[in-house]
């Protein structure tokens, strides 16, 4: 079982900065995806960034040129940069690392005051 733990959320003002980290226990393949996602009260989960194991980023229309994901292989660790919040950004966000299987964190709640 691989565990994954995020950290780093917490209330910030609009135009604010946050940075989220996620550590997975272990390597879960050579081939893997590591991402966020959030899901804010009576919405659905939605992609906010992803990143492979070759670097490659996706990001989602909401996010682009606000958020930065980047990631430690040798730790089994991703970030997520954010900068510009947005009190639309208040959500909780889920750390997602998939290779075979896929697991999730517990979550992390962020909070941007207008």
């Known amino acids: 079982q691989v565990q994954v733990v995020e950290s780093g959320g917490g209330l910030v003002q609009a135009g604010g900065s946050l940075r989220l980290s996620c550590a997975a226990s272990r390597s879960i393949s050579t081939s893997n995806i590591m991402g966020w996602y959030r899901q804010a009260p009576g919405k659905e989960r939605e992609l906010v960034a992803t990143i492979t194991n070759h670097g490659t980023t996706n990001y989602g229309d909401s996010v682009k040129g606000r958020f930065t994901i980047s990631r430690d292989t040798a730790k089994n660790m991703v970030f997520l940069q954010m900068n510009s919040l947005k009190p639309e950004d208040t959500a909780v966000y889920y750390c997602?690392?998939?290779?075979?299987?896929?697991?999730w964190g517990q979550g992390t709640q962020v909070t941007v005051s207008s």
């Open positions: 997602k690392v998939q290779g075979i299987y896929v697991y």
